[in-house]
């Protein structure tokens, strides 16, 4: 059988979000952080994580690849984001627990981008209004608390997507597809490569009353959307840009996330069929979006 393994590494307060967005990439199965020092955070704001100014990170893994081959990954993936992280030698084994139960005993019923993202295991907020999101996450990453998450779930709360097919490109836990379906955009599709994340998906959509079809990269259906949004690292979004672009009908919006501010000119220059919006920054992080014209 195979056994839950732990990497531990420290980090800046500033270093978190995009950390933890690589170590999910990187087929961690949970992420949780801890203080480095004497800094107690004794409430953070709602719908946040808790970051110290040096704080522990610790991703659990539960797969068949040895320490040295998710080692190299994670040491390519911080190479290529310029994140430098001290990682050690090898992982180790820890004792067979819920780990994922254990990561998302963090995440409470939020308010984010207009919608009331909800996971299964709390009730629906009295108080809560506009549209309700049920999540339970599951081994895919997406819970709407990261900022690219954010940053996209607003889009889709103020853009008119009644009847409008939507492909979720990269869905990880299909909350943007879901929160896409709630606003009236329909057909919906979510891709991943990920089969374990196409299983969420399909779960969260039952959750929510939806009809969402789920398929890896080589399976997407022989159509445009009207809507194409992915939530990516850069880099892919400019390798993917032909792909991303064949998938979208003509005058179909587009809106990507996923990339830093630094970073917003080279994916914009990926599409030049692109007429873009002004770009949204929050926390470091730029969502980009627009419509498709004629070259």
């Not at 943007?176 to 779960?203: E, F, K, M, N, Y």
């Amino acid at each position: 059988m195979t056994a839950y393994r732990e990497l531990r590494v420290v980090a800046n307060g500033d270093q978190i979000d995009l950390l933890e967005e690589i170590l999910f990439l990187s087929e961690a199965v949970s992420v949780t952080l801890d203080d480095d020092g004497d800094t107690p955070i004794l409430e953070p704001p709602l719908g946040t994580h808790p970051v110290w100014p040096r704080t522990v990170v610790i991703a659990a893994y539960h797969d068949t690849r040895s320490d040295q081959v998710i080692l190299a990954d994670l040491s390519r993936s911080l190479v290529a984001t310029g994140l430098q992280i001290e990682l050690p030698k090898q992982l180790t084994v820890i004792a067979d627990e819920d780990w994922v139960r254990i990561s998302l005993d963090q995440f409470q019923p939020t308010e984010i981008g207009g919608f009331w993202v909800v996971p299964t295991w709390h009730a629906v907020p009295d108080h809560a209004h506009g549209p309700v999101l049920r999540l339970d996450p599951g081994l895919a990453f997406g819970t709407g608390y990261h900022p690219t998450t954010a940053l996209c779930l607003a889009w889709l709360a103020s853009a008119d997507l009644a009847g409008r097919a939507l492909l979720d490109f990269g869905a990880g836990s299909g909350i943007l597809a879901i929160a896409g379906g709630l606003r009236g955009a329909s057909p919906l599709v979510a891709l991943d490569i990920d089969p374990q994340a196409l299983d969420a998906s399909a779960h969260n959509a039952q959750l929510n009353d939806l009809s969402l079809t789920c398929c890896l990269p080589d399976a997407l259906p022989i159509q445009q959307f009207d809507v194409v949004i992915a939530n990516i690292l850069a880099n892919p979004l400019i390798e993917l840009a032909e792909t991303l672009m064949a998938t979208l009908t003509p005058g179909g919006s587009l809106v990507l996330a996923g990339l830093l501010d630094h970073q917003a000119d080279a994916v914009q220059a990926a599409y030049p069929a692109i007429a873009w919006d002004p770009p949204v920054s929050r926390d470091g992080w730029t969502r980009l979006s627009g419509h498709c014209v004629p070259l």
